[in-house]
């Protein structure tokens, strides 16, 4: 039985496998990854497509919110952005996706620095109605602006392709999606352990103090806005392949709002976190509605009985029960459990 | 370095190895159809802002095939029916249409959401040969002939062309002053558009241009400068909430245009919520009036009552659309026979001619290289004493001006 690991250095502390064993269950977990089109009916390769998006999404929001403490309601319209820009530049100029993709992040980045720097002095309450009042104007723009969004009407997208291989299919989709997710997971990840994401968390646990100590309060802060909305970009990018047509009522409040829920309840300032809220939000819907059918099944008064509406009362009470209880989210629990292994028999 | 450039090269082995082997899982037997059942799935919103407009119609389907089981099901197969709910999100509809082919193996999937939803399922619905009847009245669902999508219904273009030959032809108006109020949406804008271009065919112009997005609450702006102009008729492409709110405000003001509005605010809840304030209003629609005495419209009241939908608490209309929906595509399985496959069921929609519903929605026509909808609709008065929509018309196609 391994007992607690011990490290002798820093580098060692924040090193990102600890152990062979966290090497070995990676392993295993991406090749159980790589082969579920082999396995997985569509269905469930779709739905991890996007959860996929949700991912990217929501470490982009991770990075603002959990690691820099600036709160955003505004990440549905960095989504927006990334999404026409890709759908644009795949339907007007026939790009193809590795440079669509990446460009939907790159134009979200440009307009993540442009909101960045006239919310630097704002904070809380106020910081959530500017980045609100963003997404509204974008959300205005990619409506009425109809030459280049085609509004109400929507945008087509094409299948992605590569060197004239088409990547349509969601079995091939899936392949596309997990590159950029590991990539970006990786990027973040690293960002996290680096001088900048230190940064980010000395502005979000007291920026005053992080200024005293050296920390260009303007550069970081405006970074984090940056790389937040490059993410939500590429997400956005991901989403119009997946989708293939763009409307602008996917794009709403309520988006940036599930991002925000989805950072809670994984775990705010976590990288795991982020994966773990992104799936566990986009998966919950089915998981009730099968339990609901299962029960339906075994009791015939609860036959029927499923509504829609449950899953919007569920969300809701998951919010306030991590809140409330668990307010470092589905990564706390399981770091909580992965220590208590560790330690067994002891308690801590 | 070693290590982590090995376990590199196992990873891209990996995806190469996935990308050449990434699996066709559709099989050869047909989805969905035992010798006494056949699944049918269907998409529309059932949770969310748009909520009142997919339950009515998503009730009368259920129930219409509820009633089709009950008589012993089509030919000798009773209808296993799933309804899942889109919220009217795209990503949500093409879940929910991968479970149902997928998990649920359906053999057609009746409805698949509206019409940002659909379009984004066009080529799913080619490749798996989904029939369905979707829930959208854009010009892409049958402009190119998309061979397993037919459309009930008239367009916005036909409806909007039959309120102006109301206004000239049958008021007789000599130089009307006619505006239109629209929502930002598909069918606001191309509302707009074919009042437009309607308008120009008779050599007028259009007044102004006026925009009452759905979810407002207050019309003030747009009925002042409606009533500033001297508007003598006033086209709405919007739905129920945004005119019942046009209508009142109009009131407040004593500005009593008449008023015209499209299939999704034709309906007798308009009339109950506005009371008097309704009484110059005049609403297009494709489908029957609820107190209309056909069988068609008898026969939709029927399966209301027996199903305990209550008439004052649902929009009427939609729910009348979903009966007409429902009896359309059961037809088509009836036609389909005893070797029912995706291709006999589209083969069997395809022999519809002048298909009478009673009343219910116009006659139908098919064919192999169209399946648009027709270009009927009725005009119907609001009658405030009695808090209906009433027929002032029978089924009309809009007249042809020959520029």
């Known amino acids: 039985m391994r007992s607690k690991t011990f490290r002798e250095s820093y580098e060692e502390d924040i090193r990102i496998f600890q152990t062979l064993w966290v090497r070995f269950w990676l392993v295993l977990f991406i090749v159980a990854l790589l082969s579920l089109p082999l396995w997985a009916d569509p269905y469930i390769i779709y739905m991890a497509n996007i959860s996929g998006i949700a991912i990217v999404a929501a470490l982009g929001l991770n990075i603002l919110t959990g690691l820099t403490g600036q709160i955003s309601l505004g990440h549905a319209a960095f989504v927006a952005l990334g999404a026409y820009t890709t759908a644009i530049l795949a339907t007007s100029l026939s790009m193809p996706f590795w440079i669509t993709i990446p460009s939907g992040g790159i134009v979200a980045a440009l307009f993540g620095i442009l909101l960045g720097f006239p919310c630097l002095r704002l904070k809380g309450l106020y910081l959530a109605m500017a980045t609100m009042s963003f997404g509204v104007v974008v959300e205005y723009a990619v409506t009425h602006w109809e030459s280049l969004t085609m509004g109400v009407r929507g945008i087509s997208v094409p299948a992605p392709s590569f060197f004239g291989f088409s990547l349509g299919d969601p079995g091939k989709l899936f392949y596309m999606t997990v590159f950029f997710v590991a990539l970006l997971t990786i990027a973040a990840k690293n960002l996290a352990r680096t001088r900048v994401g230190r940064a980010f968390v000395a502005i979000r646990d007291r920026d005053v103090a992080a200024g005293i100590i050296g920390v260009n309060l303007t550069k ?114 399981w770091s909580r459990i992965k220590t208590s292994f560790k330690n067994w028999p002891f308690t801590y | 370095m070693k290590r982590k450039s090995k376990t590199g090269l196992m990873l891209l082995a990996c995806v190469m190895i996935c990308f050449g082997v990434a699996p066709n ?51 000798g197969r009773k209808i296993d029916f799933i309804w899942e709910d889109d919220q009217f999100k795209t990503p949500l509809a093409i879940s929910a249409f991968n479970k149902l082919i997928f998990r649920d193996k359906v053999l057609s999937i009746l409805t698949s959401g509206g019409t940002p939803q659909t379009i984004a399922l066009f080529d799913q619905i080619d490749k798996h040969q989904v029939v369905n009847i979707p829930n959208a009245l854009a010009d892409e669902m049958f402009n190119p002939h998309r061979p397993y999508i037919f459309i009930i219904g008239a367009t916005y273009e036909t409806q909007i062309e039959l309120m102006f030959d109301y206004i000239m032809n049958d008021l007789k108006a000599k130089d009307p002053k006619i505006a239109v109020v629209y929502a930002e949406t598909e069918f606001g804008k191309k509302g707009l558009e074919a009042a437009r271009k309607r308008a120009e065919q008779y050599g007028l112009k259009l007044v102004s241009e006026l925009v009452l997005n759905i979810g407002s609450v207050d019309a003030s702006s747009q009925v002042l400068s409606l009533k500033k102009d001297n508007v003598d008729f006033v086209v709405t492409c919007n739905l129920v909430p945004p005119t019942i709110t046009f209508l009142k405000t109009a009131e407040k003001y004593d500005y009593w245009p008449t008023t015209f509005g499209i299939n999704w605010s034709c309906d007798d809840m308009v009339v109950k919520a506005c009371k008097t304030a309704a009484k110059n209003y005049i609403g297009v629609n494709c489908v029957g009036g609820w107190a209309d005495d056909t069988p ?45 496959t995706p291709e006999s069921f589209k083969n069997g929609l395809e022999t519809l001619k002048d298909f009478d519903t009673g009343g219910i929605v116009p006659p139908v026509t098919y064919s192999s ?23 002032i018309t029978d089924w009309r196609t809009p007249k042809v001006i020959k520029k």
């Open chain 1, 220 to 333: 970081y802060k405006v970074m984090a806005f940056a790389i937040s909305s490059f993410y939500g970009g590429v997400a956005g990018g991901l989403y119009s392949y997946t989708t293939a047509y763009l409307h602008p009522e996917n794009f709403t409040l309520l988006l940036s709002v599930e991002y925000i829920a989805m950072i809670i309840i994984g775990g705010l300032g976590s990288i795991l976190g982020s994966i773990l809220g992104a799936v566990f939000l986009t998966v919950t819907p089915d998981v009730i509605k099968n339990v609901a059918d299962l029960i339906g099944h075994r009791f015939v008064f609860f036959q029927g009985r499923y509504d829609e509406e449950w899953n919007v009362a569920v969300f809701g009470l998951l919010i306030i029960i991590f809140l409330i209880i668990e307010p470092t989210g589905l990564s706390g629990i």
């Open chain 2, 25 to 75: 899982s559709e099989s050869a037997e047909i989805r969905g159809v035992t010798n006494d059942s056949m699944r049918i799935g269907m998409i529309l919103v059932k949770t969310g802002p748009v909520a009142a407009l997919g339950l009515p119609e998503g009730w009368a389907i259920q129930d219409t095939f509820n009633g089709i089981n009950e008589a012993g099901g089509i030919s």
């Open chain 2, 296 to 340: 068609g419209m008898k026969r939709v009241r029927e399966i209301a009552k027996k199903n305990d939908r209550d008439p004052a608490k649902m929009l009427t209309s939609l729910y009348t659309m979903g009966v007409g929906v429902a009896t359309v595509y059961a037809e088509g399985l009836k036609r389909a026979g005893k070797n029912l």
């Open chain 2, 369 to 391: 290289t169209s399946h648009a909808p027709t270009t009927m609709s009725r005009l119907y008065r609001a009658d405030p004493d009695k808090g209906v929509m009433v027929a």
